[in-house]
């Protein structure tokens, strides 16, 4: 008995769909962590971007040293992330906004499974440890929609938009946002498609910078170029969609077309 | 009806053959440029190496002073590329031989897609937007053979061998070749090869080591030792073509045989 | 005729266990050396972690130089890896107890094929090539066991765990372990995994933490958190085992259960 060219045909596109999947590593299934027991008081949860939440009530006096951690934080919330950084310092901001914590480490591995941009680890401090699984369970909660504007294409190339109208002290203190005002994130990869997103961007509407980076600069050698922008909340909003515009119409020329890895959330 | 065991090993062996090409990221078709319309004017085209190649006309000033930029660079050519630092350096030093611009940036990204060397953002500032263009489609033009002495393995283990024998002013710049004399790159991956491929190259031949570089020293942490060359150019071409020779014999041992990217053009 | 669903299923299922395994990398098969020829004293062998080890019997003048090395070792042993850099690190401390060398070198490449960690490139120096070869050989036997306790799951997140009774000349070197001592090494990745694990480790045992690294400190930018112990011997294998527990019933919930890249090591 022969196998029809056609159905081999339909096998290999199949098990390529699977093979696409798994190399682009985003669409991991979250395992369902209503019943995920460990049996660990440390674990809170996991979420998009191979994210798990952790949490120590009474940290370690001489780890604690070693990270140069006020004493005063005896319990520890942590973030730690293979893939991303954009949507987990937006993620960690709405938790510092929500929680009795301060933003201690917010520190980019060059990871991303193979693609070409950042993970994560995130330290929250707090005094009491409810504070600190408060901060870590509203990180994990608001991960499932701050990659809404990941737009990634098959070969892995994308663009990244951030977007608040009012920044709390988490992005404040590594990404130079001023306090309570608007605050954008335009991310080009790779880094030349950036650079044209953020001359775009800052044409679009009467914005300032307030940060830049790129491989060589302020990133941890990511193939990325953005730029960190602030002032009044609708140009900001404006200057972010001109970037996401210019980086929708440019990446199909590499790799096809790019896709949301969530729900756009920038409108 | 029975799938027959042999079709079904067919049936893996094709797929197989799929997934080592995704993988090796290298063999992604190259969109068809003659059709792709995007209706920017920044977008020039996009070459080996998952390059794209771009240009701003009148570049934001705020921006241009953020990248500490002449201000009488009112255009710039970029090149963004996921793979790829040499041939990079090698056809951007092309394109500032045949146009009014000059090499602002090269950045070097830890990228190549998974496997262990770098990618490129290169900026060209020129005065006039037809130079910059012209130095994108130079550069675009050139990586269809600068790719031709990476010589890499199923495994992602490769050699990366460049030779000009007449530098000019991107590779003066940027990896020490003294202007208008023959310059050569040996590289290897992992870097322990590259150590031995170097002290093969340096003892074929009258040659003057004028930069190297290693995971730790260098480079953005690529696995890669790599030594720059210079001396008259029969010399330096006799070492490039021995450390090649050493790397062809050796990567066999570590996944199988190398074969070159493009075609090979040092000869 | 047709093929079954269940036989299509089982076909997919087939081939994605032979994706899984090429991207995992580490099952990439060693190659017979006992029958690999190429003609090159300077080969010594290959061995896991893609690792090829390399001996330069009088290495060039200049290239010695450029490195920093004391004119005095004429010859070099290489270890070269795209995978590890804990278990490169032990093997190599066991060659500098038994041969006469000296760790030169001991550079961390961000790469693991892919993954979150680093590689390895490692320069012993010895006055004769004798014994440059003896400590490459000796490495490459070690590195048959010192993967042991590195336990990995399908998405790829770690645990690695190290233990000596008595560390020699290189980690006390690169990595601040008192000679003649127990030293102990305990990561986690991603990063936040390994600061629940560390603090878990220091809990458990009465130990002194020489060093720590994470992704914007001691590491090339790797997803790793991880510390370096040392104390009596009994407390430092207690803790390092403690650490391990904590990650092997915290990895499960991020991509499956881990496991071990040989066979485990430390009881």
């Not at 196998?3 to 985003?26: A, L, S, W």
């Not at 979250?30 to 809170?44: A, H, I, R, Y």
């Not at 170029?225 to 119409?249: C, H, N, P, W, Y």
Request: with cysteine; net charge negative; glycine share 10%.
């Amino acid at each position: 008995m022969e196998v029809d060219i056609v159905q081999e045909e339909q096998i290999i596109k199949r098990v390529m769909d699977e093979v696409q999947k798994k190399m682009q590593g985003n669409d991991a299934p979250v395992p369902d962590l209503s019943t995920f027991k460990c049996g660990m008081t440390e674990f809170v949860g996991t979420a998009f971007g191979d994210t798990i939440g952790l949490v120590i009530a009474n940290v370690d006096d001489v780890l604690r040293e070693r990270l140069g951690i006020d004493p005063k934080f005896r319990s520890l919330g942590i973030i730690g992330s293979r893939t991303g950084a954009g949507p987990q310092i937006m993620a960690a901001d709405e938790a510092v906004k929500a929680s009795n914590t301060e933003l201690l480490k917010f520190e980019l591995p060059r990871d991303t499974k193979g693609h070409a941009g950042h993970g994560t680890l995130a330290i929250f401090g707090a005094e009491e440890v409810s504070d600190a699984r408060r901060a870590v369970e509203i990180t994990l909660n608001a991960l499932s929609w701050t990659f809404g504007d990941i737009h990634m294409n098959d070969a892995g190339n994308f663009c990244e938009l951030q977007y608040t109208a009012r920044a709390s002290y988490a992005l404040n203190k590594f990404f130079c946002a001023p306090l309570g005002k608007a605050w954008g994130l335009i991310v080009g990869c790779p880094a030349g498609l950036g650079v044209v997103m953020a001359d775009t961007a800052v044409k679009a509407a009467n914005v300032e910078i307030v940060m830049h980076a790129s491989p060589a600069y302020n990133t941890s050698h990511s193939n990325e170029f953005m730029i960190m922008i602030t002032g009044d909340s609708g140009a900001v909003k404006q200057a972010v969609i001109a970037g996401r515009e210019t980086a929708l119409k440019l990446l199909p020329a590499l790799g096809g077309i790019p896709k949301s890895l969530q729900t756009p959330y920038i409108r």
